[in-house]
């Protein structure tokens, strides 16, 4: 049995810096460096409406994707950008739910998100509102708040399989367990290493992610493919299912 101390989410978020860029999330109330009120909401987003900023984001995110990688498919770069995204709120998610023992409320209309963007400039939450840190909360959250409208759109515009975009999400989820946990022990952290491995396993046994993979302790290994092994110069990721790049 794991004890857990409640804490109390600042409006900074400020437990999440030390883990790395990629589970900051930054918020409108605590920085002085807020974005523009044109960026768009993720709820905006996954309607498919259009931004004064970048147009439709998640078509300029994919257009960007596939110019960094030289990928010679759209589909590539779509898996490609699905992947990082779903990473980045998993780890905002997961990390404050194992540091705080509470979430930020992820609803996609308080998210904005810049699709030019890096982590952790990408994301911006306008209003920290704290929720538990159960993983059924973070299951609502993410799963169904955000990577469902999100695997929705992507298989209509980009002919992805479904298969494809749950095991990116299981593969994202894992990662940030297995970041959070390598960062919790380096740091004496023993009581958040454990919350970590708790809240990842139970939500592995939901049904959108149960299938997507094998979880041992924090290590995974998918069912299917994010398809980068087609980028020229790519191999296999660490959880692939493939034990090396498939012949053309």
């Known amino acids: 049995m794991v004890l857990l101390l409640l804490v109390d989410l600042d ?4 437990a999440l810096r030390s883990l790395g860029g990629f589970f900051v999330l ?3 109330a605590g920085t002085a460096h807020a974005p523009a009120e044109s ?3 993720l709820a905006q987003t996954y309607a498919g409406a259009a931004s004064d900023v970048h147009g439709d984001p998640i078509t300029f995110r994919v257009r960007k994707v596939a110019t960094a990688l030289r990928a010679p498919e ?3 770069a779509a898996s490609v950008a699905h ?3 779903t990473a980045r709120l998993w780890s905002a998610a997961l990390g404050c739910a194992a540091l705080y023992g509470r979430t930020p ?4 209309r308080l998210l904005r998100w810049d699709a030019d963007a890096a982590a952790p400039d ?3 939450l306008t ?3 704290p929720l538990p840190g159960d993983a059924t909360t973070l299951a609502d959250i993410v799963l169904h708040g955000h990577l469902e409208p999100l695997a929705a759109t992507l298989r209509d515009r980009y002919r992805l399989a479904q298969g494809l975009l749950w095991g990116n999400a299981g593969s994202a989820l894992a990662g940030a367990a297995r970041e959070l946990d390598r960062w919790a022990r380096a740091n004496d952290r023993t009581d958040t290493a454990a919350r970590a491995r708790t809240l990842t396993a139970e939500l592995f046994t939901h049904p959108l992610l149960r299938e997507t993979g094998t979880l041992t302790g924090t290590a995974f290994r998918r069912r299917s493919c994010c398809l980068y092994y087609r980028v020229p110069g790519g191999g296999v990721c660490g959880d692939c299912c493939f034990p090396r790049p498939p012949a053309a």
């Not at 409006?11 to 400020?14: A, E, K, Q, S, V």
């Not at 409320?105 to 996609?108: K, R, T």
């Open 74 to 76: 759209v589909r590539i």
């Open 26 to 28: 930054r918020t409108v």
């Open 83 to 85: 992947l990082g995204l």
């Open 105 to 108: 409320d992820l609803d996609p």
């Open 127 to 129: 209003e920290v509102r």
């Open 122 to 124: 990408d994301l911006w």
């Open 11 to 14: 409006p900074d978020l400020t």
């Open 39 to 41: 960026l768009p909401t």
